[in-house]
């Protein structure tokens, strides 16, 4: 089994702390790591590895939710740039990075801030400094979470 399905497990049973909401297409998180706070990831429900592979409604759908779930992080976390990623050479399971951006949230290590979160060296990134505390959480999870039942509740009035 793949980490990503390993996490939808734990969310299935109850047991993953960072998961805040189920979409039709996927599950919303907060990152385990927050450099960047408000790291946010949305989980595909189908353990597939490109988004092509997906059917077409389904895939529609998903992009939807991600747009949806970005915007929301955007909002509860006062970006002022949302940094997109779908990655896969580590879980090959489609799941979606949502980095919220602040200028200088790089510093000395990119141009002054801009460009992609990798310019920040992974061991800075990673450190277990970066975790939020069980009350960070908790209040990252509720402000996310407003924010997304605000966006649907507008979305399903359209």
């Not at 595909?44 to 992009?63: G, N, S, V």
């Amino acid at each position: 089994m793949c980490l990503v399905c390993d996490r939808i497990q734990m969310i299935q049973a109850g047991q993953n702390p960072y998961f805040v909401k189920e979409l039709e297409t996927g599950y919303v998180v907060i990152g385990d790591n927050q450099h960047f706070r408000g790291y946010s990831l949305f989980l595909c429900k189908q353990h597939q590895t490109e988004l092509f592979y997906l059917e077409k409604d389904f895939a529609a759908k998903f992009m939807e939710e991600m747009i949806l779930v970005s915007q929301a992080v955007k909002n509860a976390f006062g970006a002022e740039k949302m940094n997109y990623e779908c990655l896969g050479q580590g879980a090959a399971h489609l799941h979606w990075h949502l980095y919220p951006r602040r200028k200088g949230d790089i510093g000395e290590y990119g141009n002054h801030g801009a460009g992609p979160v990798w310019w920040y060296p992974m061991e800075l990134m990673y450190q277990d400094e970066n975790r939020p505390t069980e009350d960070d959480l908790a209040s990252m999870k509720k402000d996310l979470l407003r924010e997304l039942e605000k966006l649907l509740a507008a979305d399903s009035r359209n």
